[in-house]
């Protein structure tokens, strides 16, 4: 089985945290890179990054060890 070795992201935009007041980034992630057990590395494209005014074509790797884990919702609602 392949390993998650990074989140793939494309700056949208950017916002000031309100706690800081530091101008921080704002990403879309639209994919991941894997690495399969002989090496290869590969990408999974989840969305492509079209109609956003400043996109400069870069994409950036995110990596996936030591981002918070995804927490269970708690809003009660059954489905």
């Not at 700056?11 to 879309?28: H, I, V």
């Not at 090496?39 to 400043?54: C, Q, T």
Request: aromatic content about 10%; overall charge neutral; some cysteine.
């Amino acid at each position: 089985m392949a390993k998650h070795l990074y989140d793939l992201a494309v700056k949208t935009g950017e916002y000031t945290d309100r706690n800081t007041g530091e101008q921080k980034g704002r990403w879309l992630r639209i994919g991941a890179m894997f690495e399969h057990a002989d090496g290869r590395r590969s990408i999974k494209l989840d969305a492509l990054p079209v109609g956003l005014k400043d996109w400069d074509g870069w994409v950036s790797c995110f990596d996936v060890a030591g981002r918070p884990a995804d927490k269970p919702s708690t809003d009660g609602v059954p489905f």
